[in-house]
């Protein structure tokens, strides 16, 4: 993403993203299961069918048996029977999802579903009344291959004339991080559905949000800055190991970044542990931002500060990122530096997320 873009389009996973599903899911394999007297399946193997795209016959039914295909066969006639009652009558929206998706659409940003769910669920009553707010629906019945790939999502932004510059893809799973990464898109993963933070993570989402509901915060950023993925930090607030505390007690330090900063900083740091797509794109933040040496005569290391924005809570507030020249300083860690108390101003919890922007 070499041009600096702001997003105009938004492209939302439907299952474990806009609507809670996944124990519908469970509840339609079983019950069918049940039905057809086949042995039930486990959760941990449908979270598998969900998260990694493995098979679900493969786990309801033995690759050895010689009654597989008839058995497939039976299933898939039973589901055309029972899975419609069955997916009313556990399927839920997600809180503010309405919401979310009419702040959206009025605020002007084109809005799009990419799902691995075919045409029929667009059809329920309880789904059907979302897509007032949607400019386009790709599912599995609109393309050849399903997430990873990244074909429904690149159906999606030739239907709506959008640049992958300017898009975002939210979803739950690895499978659809993964499809978003292969469009050249801007990954957004959330944690409605069935994956964990640390599973997110691990895929290198851009960004990670609790719930969609989180977007709009991430989106204000956005607008305010225009650089959305490309000079956008984000981690968590983690526990610090005092060190930083006692380089900042000491005098001749404070005084220096008083002169340098025309503040006093407290004797203290707000500590940050960066995702793995922040860290990634680290190297490029710092060069972009503007910089101040801190400079001792051989008692204490040197050190470089940035002047940044911390977003929290619907909240910001100006302070610098502290990088001591030491080499055996934590890669993975930020710490951030201000007059004041970041914990208590930003109303900060241990493993809340924060935002960093760049003040140029």
């Known amino acids: 993403m070499n041009e600096i873009k702001k997003v105009r389009t938004i492209l939302f996973d439907l299952d474990g993203t806009l609507i809670d599903s996944f124990q519908a899911f469970c509840s339609i394999a079983n019950e069918i299961c049940k039905e057809l007297g086949f042995p039930l399946v486990k959760q941990e193997h449908l979270l598998s069918v969900v998260n990694d795209g493995k098979s679900f016959f493969d786990f309801c039914f033995s690759n050895h048996s010689s009654d597989k295909e008839k058995n497939i066969t039976l299933f898939k006639q039973k589901r055309e029977e029972m899975w419609e009652d069955l997916f009313h009558k556990n399927v839920k929206i997600f809180p503010k999802t309405f919401s979310l998706l009419k702040e959206l659409k009025k605020s002007g940003y084109k809005i799009g579903i990419v799902t691995s769910s075919g045409n029929e669920v667009l059809h329920l009553k309880k789904i059907s009344p979302l897509l007032q707010y949607v400019d386009t629906v790709v599912t599995r019945d609109h393309v050849t291959l399903k997430k990873p790939n990244p074909e429904g999502i690149l159906l999606a932004l030739k239907n709506l ?20 990464k ?3 898109v801007t990954t957004v993963g959330v944690l409605s559905g069935t994956s964990s933070y640390e ?16 977007l709009p915060f991430l989106l204000k950023i956005d607008n305010q800055n225009a650089i959305l993925a490309t000079h956008i930090l984000q981690g968590r607030y983690t526990k610090g190991l005092n060190k930083a505390t006692d380089f900042l007690s000491q ?16 004797p203290g740091t707000l500590n940050l542990s960066l995702i793995t797509s922040s860290l990634l794109k680290l190297e490029s933040f710092f060069k972009s931002t503007p910089s101040i040496q801190l ?26 990122i502290l990088r001591p020249e030491l080499k055996e300083y934590d890669p993975l860690k930020i710490e951030i530096i201000s007059p004041l108390h970041l914990q208590q101003t930003l109303n900060l919890r241990f493993y809340d997320s924060i935002y960093i922007t760049p003040i140029q």
């Open 295 to 320: 400079s001792f005569n051989g008692k204490y290391c040197h050190a470089t500060l940035y002047p940044v924005m911390i977003h929290a809570h619907s909240m910001k507030q100006q302070a610098y």
């Open 251 to 266: 005098n001749a330090v404070r005084n220096e970044i008083e002169r340098l900063t025309q503040q006093q900083p407290y």
């Open 182 to 184: 292969r469009a050249e």
């Open 161 to 180: 004339n959008s640049s992958k510059e300017e898009t975002l893809f939210v979803g739950d799973t690895p499978l659809d991080i993964q499809a978003g």
């Open 199 to 214: 599973t997110l993570e691990r895929e290198e989402a851009d960004f990670i949000l609790e719930t969609t509901s989180d």
